[in-house]
């Protein structure tokens, strides 16, 4: 199936320091989700987004839509240990049938006390 | 909130058994996921559903099945289990052009 880029694949960084990930896809897209997955946990929705150029936040979250509808960003404001996961974005592509989703591969963030 | 329900989080299965894997969602959603999760290569689709009675083969169905004989129940099923469908399994539901939401996941470990 279709993947979504998502980068970068790994982050190392220090508690209150500002997070930045994307996915980027060669096709338009009609929707992107964005994701979190503690370890052994099913993954959680942070933030949803359905127009071209939205930008949504959820606390210290930032996602944005992207205005070509080919790529979506995440930013994280001073990160704090809990923010420690995993983050997917998914997205629908347009003009697909059904209803299945991409999914980027994920981005692994750690944080540094 | 949207509720998403896997019916075990853990499970070990010797090669050859059958495994049961079920999930229930309480919102009405009318599509339904399975996925696997493995190091690496992310998240795969094995079945979906968008109504009941009825299901599509995703990425990777080979070696599993599925059931949906209500709108809020999913099941997956593993005739018979061999080692390389050790894994995480996840379940998500979803309105159609809307967000998924998933289940807790349940890791199975098959020896």
């Known amino acids: 199936g279709q993947q979504l880029n998502q980068s970068p694949q790994s982050m190392f960084i220090q508690e209150g320091e500002d997070v930045s990930m994307n996915c980027t896809s060669s096709?338009?897209?009609?929707?992107w989700l964005w994701y979190k997955q503690d370890p052994g946990e099913g993954p959680v929705l942070l933030i949803a987004?359905?127009?071209?150029?939205e930008l949504t936040s959820n606390g210290r979250l930032t996602a944005q839509f992207g205005i070509t509808r080919k790529d979506s960003f995440l930013n994280i404001s001073a990160s704090i240990p809990s923010d420690v996961g995993i983050y997917f974005c998914?997205?629908?592509?347009?003009?697909?049938?059904?209803?299945?989703?991409?999914f980027g591969e994920g981005t692994q963030l750690t944080v540094n006390p | 909130d949207v509720k998403v329900t896997q019916s075990s989080r853990y499970l070990v299965k010797r090669t050859g058994e059958k495994v049961f894997l079920e999930c229930v969602q309480d919102?009405?959603?009318?599509?339904m996921f399975w996925y696997r999760q493995d190091p690496g290569l992310g998240l795969r689709l094995i079945y979906f559903?968008?109504?009941?009675?009825?299901?599509e083969k995703g990425d990777i169905p080979e070696g599993y099945s599925v059931s949906r004989e209500k709108k809020e129940r999913f099941s997956l099923i593993l005739e018979s289990t061999s080692t390389n469908q050790t894994s995480m399994y996840l379940c998500?539901?979803?309105?159609?052009?809307?967000?998924?939401?998933f289940g807790q996941g349940t890791r199975l470990t098959v020896v």
């Open positions: 998500a539901s979803r309105f159609s052009s809307a967000e998924a939401f």
């Open positions: 096709s338009i897209f009609n929707t």
């Open positions: 987004l359905y127009k071209a150029g």
């Open positions: 998914a997205g629908h592509p347009h003009r697909t049938s059904g209803s299945r989703l991409t």
């Open positions: 919102m009405d959603h009318e599509n």
């Open positions: 559903s968008y109504d009941v009675k009825m299901k």
